[in-house]
């Protein structure tokens, strides 16, 4: 009688145990279902990209330039602010500074030297929360065939379905102001720098907007 009784008690914490181990992989897999469901690809709306400059010039003032080709994009969770696969790429022959003699120059060899190192690159691969919507990026900066580590102080100032876009879906938008600075000098870009005509520091100026692909 003991082994009648006993027999279906078994069969059932053998299912039980079962169906536990079932309902905990599933709630396991969903969770990682969720969590990569919420890492999303970014392109940099070429439209809304800015990359610009400033330089010192013989100690009287800055100039201000501008690259007007650029683009770029990453991927992003806004859950856990986690960035990862980070690439911006400038042209370096759309150089600007509204003065075509000093664009000319800035092309040429004694600076961005575009005829042989026609794009600069900035990547990076993650970034470090430092306030509630500002953040700091450790990258890569690539300029004249070298590579030096840039570090861009990055503010998310908003991400929402854009009020813009016509008739159809409205993009889903996101908003980022980041700055920077590097030496030329890092670069091989000596030019002036040892009789100050020329400012060895670059300020840089980011400012985009972003669609969520």
Known sequence: MHAIRSEPTALCRSRRAWLARWLAAGLGLAAVSSA??????YEIDPNHLTV???VDHVGYAKTLGMFRTA????????????LSALRIEVDTASVFTNQRQRDEH????DFLNSSEHPRM????DGMRRIGERSFE???QLQLLGKTQPLTLQATWNKSADSPLGGLGRKPYVMG??????FKRSAFGMNYAVANGWVGDEVSLIIEFEAIRQ
């Open 36 to 41: 990569s469901a919420q890492a999303a690809r």
């Open 121 to 124: 690159v900035f990547t990076a």
């Open 71 to 82: 683009r770029g994009g990453y991927s992003f969770d806004e859950t856990t602010a986690q």
């Open 176 to 181: 980022v102001s980041a700055r920077g600075s």
């Open 137 to 139: 990026i450790a990258g």
């Open 52 to 54: 610009a400059f400033l």
């Open 106 to 109: 800035l092309k040429g060899a």
